[in-house]
């Protein structure tokens, strides 16, 4: 439109003849973030009830398998943070099995679980 013609309050006036078209506000395609439904989390009535689960990547190496990941697990009802070391390489598979060997086992198996919507965790598991 700017090529064509111009005068002060083009902007202005191009966006008010386009809003009332239904047509040209389905075509639009959205150029932020789409939203999400937002429900309210119940809070859990027992210990390790409902786990936040987190990654940090990009950590400095360290230990004999060369950690350079941490997964945190966090138990909403008391705050209490798990801290697994990992490598940020490994696969779904093998973190899962982790998380059951060095957490599960002893703390039993958690009814939900809050995650960072890791690709580890949306793609395969």
């Known amino acids: 439109m700017k090529t064509f013609s111009w005068w002060p309050s083009w902007r202005k006036d191009v966006a008010e003849y386009f809003q009332p078209c239904y047509r ?6 959205a150029t932020g973030k789409e939203f999400l439904i937002m429900i309210q ?12 689960m987190h990654w940090v990547a990009a950590l400095p190496t360290g230990g004999d398998r060369i950690f350079n990941a941490c997964l945190v697990l966090v138990d909403r009802y008391s705050k209490a943070p798990v ?10 598979i093998y973190t899962a099995i982790m998380i059951y060997n060095r957490f599960i086992r002893h703390t039993g198996l958690f009814q939900n679980n809050i995650g960072d919507r890791d690709p580890k965790f949306t793609s395969v598991l």
């Open 24 to 29: 040209c506000q389905k075509l639009n395609r």
């Open 41 to 52: 989390i119940q809070e859990p009535k027992s210990p390790w009830e409902m786990v936040h």
């Open 83 to 92: 801290f697994l070391p990992f490598n940020k390489d490994e696969t779904a």
